[in-house]
């Protein structure tokens, strides 16, 4: 079954009875079932098929919400009722949620169907989504690549064709790398735009649920059904939530440019040469190019890894074997239980990151480490809000290059700097999108990024579709 790629195409097949939802569904699910990528760690099969006949009917008499005929992944980090949800761990085996996290309920409740969960790294720790009790993800291109990470299943799920549209969750990157990596868009809204409730925390002052798509427009409307306040979630902003369609762009733009970016020693040559093409273009079409001086780049990773490694410590305290999940065999006593279930249950890159965050908030390193990088923390937001402030967006690449092989990293110093385009958006706060505009020589895609300010989604969509055309 040919399926078309955009929502929109969907829809008016759908409206027109070209197209079946129940025949849709099953297309989706027999695509997953022949996929070689290990995308999916499970098919909601019975009940996504249950569930598009109940919204054909309703298709039929008119009712549907506004996501009616949208096929969606999700993340095996976000809780969806009834479903286990492990975040890719084993210390999680079996561990069903009671509750569905906000941005999913909102999805449901406008009428998408939830097709299955999608691998990712281990509590979303990692670039490259090798770090998974299910085992890595692999490139739909080119099977010996990696998808990048953390949501390196939601990725390959949308460019493989396995779904509509997938949720990922966006620390440091997330998102935006391995949507450079597959070619597909990648959004992640600012911070506090859609409710942490149901996503389970790595970071807390960093995490941000987002998605991926084949188009802008896809992207700005699943963000406009998942925005908006929550009780559930303190930090999420009351602002308005922005427009569910993409604005057409009416106005010459300021877009700035750190030079720091396009002048990083590991940035791959070809990317920077696309990237300085489409600048060229967007001067040409009168749009204002500011460059600008960036020089922060050398400590935005640091900064990054101690603050998070700090939330991560805190917020993995609960996986103990005491209630829920993997309890290991061999405990006979409070104090075995704690160290065994912990020490079988998390993976390394997990167990690494943990130990890091305890020193950083250790007694005596404290503020050396943690409280100092808050301050440079500080620095980044004021500097980035300042940027801003005289430009519409920021543009750079997404990431220093394209898909790596599966194994070829392993320095973790080394695969930290994979984020070293994208952590800046998270430790700011700001919204960014990745945008499919690469190809490389090497046949694989790569994306160029746009960072927007705080809560301007429909700024940054409206850029980001224009930029798509042109």
Same mark, same amino acid.
């Given at each position: 079954?040919?399926?078309?790629?955009?929502?929109?195409?969907?829809?008016?097949?759908?409206?027109?009875?070209?197209?079946?939802?129940?025949?849709?569904?099953?297309?989706?699910?027999?695509?997953?079932?022949?996929?070689?990528?290990?995308?999916?760690?499970?098919?909601?099969?019975?009940?996504?098929?249950?569930?598009?006949?109940?919204?054909?009917?309703?298709?039929?008499?008119?009712?549907?919400?506004?996501?009616?005929?949208?096929?969606?992944?999700?993340?095996?980090?976000?809780?969806?009722?009834?479903?286990?949800?492990?975040?890719?761990?084993?210390?999680?085996?079996?561990?069903?949620?009671?509750?569905?996290?906000?941005?999913?309920?909102?999805?449901?409740?406008?009428?998408?169907?939830?097709?299955?969960?999608?691998?990712?790294?281990?509590?979303?720790?990692?670039?490259?989504?090798?770090?998974?009790?299910?085992?890595?993800?692999?490139?739909?291109?080119?099977?010996?690549?990696?998808?990048?990470?953390?949501?390196?299943?939601?990725?390959?799920?949308?460019?493989?064709?396995?779904?509509?549209?997938?949720?990922?969750?966006?620390?440091? @990157?997330?998102?935006?790398?391995?949507? #450079? +990596?597959?070619? /597909?868009?990648?959004?992640? %809204?600012? *911070?506090?735009?859609?409710?942490?409730?149901?996503?389970?925390?790595?970071?807390?002052?960093?995490?941000?649920?987002?998605?991926?798509?084949?188009?802008?427009?896809?992207?700005?409307?699943?963000?406009?059904?998942?925005?908006?306040?929550?009780?559930?979630?303190?930090?999420?902003?009351?602002?308005?939530?922005?427009?569910?369609?993409?604005?057409?762009?009416?106005?010459?733009?300021?877009?700035?440019?750190?030079?720091?970016?396009?002048?990083?020693?590991?940035?791959?040559?070809?990317?920077?040469?696309?990237?300085?093409?489409?600048?060229?273009?967007?001067?040409?079409? @009168?749009?204002?190019?500011?460059?600008? #001086? +960036?020089?922060? /780049?050398?400590?935005?990773? %640091?900064? *990054?890894?101690?603050?998070?490694?700090?939330?991560?410590?805190?917020?993995?305290?609960?996986?103990?074997?005491?209630?829920?999940?993997?309890?290991?065999?061999?405990?006979?006593?409070?104090?075995?239980?704690?160290?065994?279930?912990?020490?079988?249950?998390?993976?390394?890159?997990?167990?690494?990151?943990?130990?890091?965050?305890?020193?950083?908030?250790?007694?005596?390193?404290?503020?050396?480490?943690?409280?100092?990088?808050?301050?440079?923390?500080?620095?980044?937001?004021?500097?980035?809000?300042?940027?801003?402030?005289?430009?519409?967006?920021?543009?750079?690449?997404?990431?220093?290059?394209?898909?790596?092989?599966?194994?070829?990293?392993?320095?973790?110093?080394?695969?930290?700097?994979?984020?070293?385009?994208?952590?800046?958006?998270?430790?700011?706060?700001?919204?960014?999108?990745?945008?499919?505009?690469?190809?490389?020589?090497?046949?694989?895609?790569?994306?160029?990024?746009?960072?927007?300010?705080?809560?301007?989604?429909?700024?940054?969509?409206?850029?980001?579709?224009?930029?798509?055309?042109?």
């Amino acid at each position: 079954m040919d399926i078309p790629s955009s929502f929109t195409e969907i829809k008016q097949q759908i409206n027109h009875g070209q197209l079946n939802l129940i025949d849709l569904c099953q297309s989706f699910i027999n695509r997953i079932e022949s996929s070689k990528t290990n995308a999916f760690v499970e098919i909601f099969k019975d009940e996504s098929l249950k569930r598009a006949a109940l919204i054909n009917e309703k298709i039929n008499l008119k009712k549907q919400g506004l996501l009616a005929g949208m096929i969606i992944g999700v993340k095996d980090n976000i809780c969806f009722a009834n479903h286990n949800v492990t975040a890719s761990s084993k210390i999680l085996s079996g561990f069903e949620s009671i509750f569905s996290a906000t941005a999913i309920q909102r999805l449901l409740d406008e009428d998408a169907i939830i097709i299955g969960r999608l691998n990712c790294d281990e509590f979303a720790m990692g670039s490259s989504n090798e770090n998974s009790t299910y085992g890595p993800v692999r490139h739909h291109i080119d099977h010996e690549k990696v998808p990048g990470g953390s949501s390196g299943g939601s990725a390959v799920a949308v460019a493989e064709g396995l779904c509509t549209a997938s949720l990922g969750s966006d620390t440091g @990157g997330s998102i935006r790398q391995p949507a #450079s +990596f597959c070619g /597909v868009v990648g959004m992640k %809204p600012s *911070y506090g735009r859609i409710s942490r409730y149901g996503l389970l925390a790595y970071a807390s002052s960093f995490d941000q649920i987002g998605v991926f798509t084949n188009n802008v427009e896809d992207a700005c409307l699943l963000t406009h059904v998942m925005s908006g306040k929550d009780d559930y979630d303190s930090t999420l902003s009351h602002v308005k939530s922005h427009t569910s369609s993409v604005k057409s762009l009416d106005k010459k733009l300021a877009i700035g440019v750190p030079e720091d970016y396009l002048n990083f020693n590991n940035l791959d040559p070809e990317i920077k040469q696309k990237t300085e093409e489409i600048i060229d273009k967007l001067r040409l079409s @009168g749009h204002k190019i500011n460059l600008l #001086s +960036f020089p922060f /780049v050398k400590h935005l990773v %640091p900064c *990054y890894y101690v603050l998070t490694t700090a939330e991560a410590s805190s917020n993995l305290a609960r996986y103990d074997g005491a209630h829920y999940g993997y309890r290991s065999d061999e405990a006979n006593d409070i104090d075995s239980t704690y160290e065994l279930t912990r020490s079988e249950g998390f993976g390394l890159e997990v167990k690494r990151r943990i130990m890091l965050g305890n020193f950083v908030l250790s007694s005596g390193y404290y503020d050396a480490y943690f409280t100092k990088a808050q301050k440079v923390r500080r620095l980044i937001k004021e500097k980035t809000d300042e940027m801003l402030k005289e430009n519409d967006v920021l543009l750079f690449p997404t990431t220093p290059s394209t898909a790596f092989n599966i194994g070829e990293i392993n320095d973790p110093i080394k695969m930290y700097l994979q984020d070293i385009f994208t952590v800046h958006a998270n430790i700011a706060g700001v919204p960014a999108i990745s945008l499919p505009l690469g190809s490389h020589s090497n046949k694989l895609p790569f994306g160029i990024q746009l960072m927007g300010r705080s809560f301007d989604e429909d700024s940054l969509y409206s850029i980001a579709e224009s930029l798509m055309q042109l």
